[in-house]
């Protein structure tokens, strides 16, 4: 790849790239006599006043480009994202949701990645065993950061057998080199009943306390158990039981190192909580919801947002019958809240449905791996008013299909109805559920008027 160059795909109007008549097609060999082995080092070379670029036009020729770009982006965006191939996972661990999965589904969800770059690109937990010396030092040289680390247990011959991996124990030390050169790291743990729990839990949440300062935050998330576990190693889903003692695990934790640190560090997500039948910890216990792609405190940020956004909306009488609907796990809070809204807007009439997961199995409670099937199947022939709203998280990222290939045109087509879909924030539940409206909103600080009236 490197020897061919890097295939450019777009090229910003207006940029540097395109003042220097850069194009689709052509490609970039080298920065400054180094050639590129992925989009670190070209992020990294070209982050100075100046810089010798060769690149390969798509008719043949090669230009060599003196660039003074004043530590400014060039405006170009390459055919492959990464600029190298993506690193699949080498583990096979004893909890893959990805091993849970039924056959015949689209070929990208099986695909196992295990990739530092996308950490840093995209939030991605990596176990490190894919990680050489040379891996390490460039996150070190590039001060690449954060680094989410899929921990699960600290104990080095257990971590093996978790990842079903001989190298997974030894891998750990990579944690110390990242933490001797202050690489910001936050770490996970899935947890699995009797097998990283209880006295092994308690080891890992030590060990890695450590870590502070620079490991910011670890999340727990409880194993996900799919009805598609033949041949698997036996697990089991948590009870209420299992959820309490850790909740009671993690909250000594946090005390005691919010004392020490200012941090809470350890966090469970939102989960443990609804199976303990418990309320979630106040705002400020999840330390600015550093681990909310991990679903920590995402159910406490939308219940503030939703009454910050009320708080400020005057109530108007427009009359409309809409439908939600969502995972068993976030029902009984999407429903709280829409109680809240209603209460202002007593003309909406909304009701919220609960899906459960027939495809999966009935352990799988999130929304976001509900199918379409499940879906219609469930709502056929219930009340769904003139709109139902579908959170954005049941959908492929940046599309409108579900996990089993339906689209969302499926859904409208099948339950005749209009299907709307919703973003995660307070504001946007808010408006949703409002919809169009004709009476002017009270105008408030923090959040802009033209996002919230549909004026």
Not at 26 to 55: C, H, K, P, T
Not at 239 to 265: M, P, S
Request: charged share 30%; glycine share 8%.
């Amino acid at each position: 790849m490197s020897k061919k160059g890097h295939i450019i795909k777009t090229v910003d109007p207006d940029s540097i790239a395109d003042q220097l008549e850069l194009e689709a097609g052509d490609a970039v060999i080298s920065i400054d006599g180094r050639e590129l082995e992925d989009i670190f080092d070209y992020e990294y070379y070209i982050n100075n006043e100046s810089i010798l670029m060769v690149v390969k036009k798509k008719n043949g020729e090669e230009w060599e480009l003196e660039i003074e770009n004043q530590y400014e982006d060039l405006g170009i965006t390459f055919e492959n994202g990464l600029m190298s191939e993506y690193r699949t996972c080498r583990n096979n661990c004893i909890f893959c949701f990805i091993d849970q999965m039924p056959p015949g589904m689209r070929e990208t969800l099986y695909f196992k990645d295990d990739d530092s770059r996308l950490s840093f690109l995209q939030g991605n937990y990596v176990t490190l065993t894919n990680m050489s010396d040379h891996d390490i030092n460039r996150i070190i040289e590039f001060k690449l950061a954060p680094i989410n680390i899929s921990v699960h247990t600290t104990n080095p011959v257990l971590r093996c057998k978790m990842l079903h991996n001989r190298f997974a124990g030894e891998s750990l030390s990579k944690i110390d080199q990242l933490y001797e050169a202050e690489i910001p790291m936050n770490g996970q743990i899935v947890l699995c009943k009797g097998v990283n729990d209880g006295k092994e839990l308690e080891r890992t949440i030590k060990d890695l306390a450590k870590y502070l300062p620079h490991m910011k935050s670890v999340s727990i998330v409880p194993v996900g158990v799919s009805k598609f576990r033949e041949g698997l190693y036996p697990l089991e889903a948590l009870n209420e039981d299992d959820a309490r003692n850790v909740i009671e695990t993690v909250e000594r934790w946090q005390k005691k190192l919010y004392k020490t640190y200012g941090n809470h560090f350890i966090h469970v997500s939102d989960e443990f909580y609804i199976l303990a039948g418990l309320a979630m910890p106040e705002e400020k216990r999840y330390d600015g919801y550093i681990q909310l792609e991990n679903g920590v405190g995402m159910t406490r940020q939308l219940e503030e947002e939703v009454i910050g956004v009320l708080k400020k909306l005057k109530g108007d009488k427009q009359v409309e019958e809409i439908s939600i609907a969502t995972g068993k796990l976030a029902a009984p809070y999407i429903k709280d809240l829409v109680e809240k809204i209603t209460k202002k807007f007593p003309g909406r009439k909304v009701h919220v449905y609960t899906i459960t997961n027939v495809f999966f199995g009935e352990h799988i409670t999130v929304a976001g791996l509900i199918t379409g099937q499940d879906l219609t199947s469930q709502l056929k022939g219930k009340e769904l008013g003139s709109r139902l709203l579908l959170p954005e998280c049941m959908f492929r990222s940046g599309e409108e299909v579900f996990l089993d290939d339906l689209t969302r045109t499926d859904v409208q087509n099948a339950l005749q109805v209009q299907v709307d879909i919703v973003k995660s924030s307070g504001q946007d539940l808010v408006q949703a559920v409002l919809g169009p409206v004709k009476e002017n909103l009270a105008s408030y600080d923090g959040y802009e008027l033209k996002e919230i009236s549909y004026e």
